[in-house]
């Protein structure tokens, strides 16, 4: 199993950016595809990005393409989001997963962070 723990989450002006950070401890990292997650007040959770256990191929949501990037590091064992030009919409609380390098990064994650907030003030 994988324990993520993720953190960089904060208050952030609309147009700014942050870095999420995601530290994975108990596994060997590169077998395991991340995502970051994200689910705000009254909404349901949603897949933002994810990454393959290689680092080679990306998902991201539409509402976020060309703004966020993941990346990962599997020396460091730790994965990352940047967030540019964000907006009020992408305020939420963002959380980490992982799920065993099989199938593709849109299916069920099954290891979960404990999740850092994001608010972007308008």
């Known amino acids: 199993q994988v324990q993520l723990v993720e953190s960089g989450g904060g208050l952030v002006q609309a147009g700014g950016s942050l870095r999420l950070s995601c530290a994975a401890s108990g596994s060997t990292f590169s077998n395991y595809h991340m995502g970051w997650f994200r689910q705000a007040p009254g909404k349901e959770r949603e897949l933002v990005a994810a990454?393959?256990?290689?680092?080679?191929?990306?998902y991201y949501a539409d509402s976020v393409k060309g703004r966020f990037t993941i990346s990962r590091d599997n020396a460091k064992n730790t994965g990352y989001m940047q967030m540019n030009s964000l907006r009020f919409e992408d305020t939420a609380v963002y959380y980490c997963?992982?799920?065993?390098?099989?199938?593709?990064?849109?299916?069920?994650?099954?290891?979960w962070g404990q999740g850092t907030q994001v608010t972007v003030s308008s």
């Open positions: 990454i393959t256990g290689s680092g080679s191929g990306t």
């Open positions: 997963a992982a799920r065993y390098r099989v199938g593709g990064l849109t299916l069920e994650y099954h290891y």
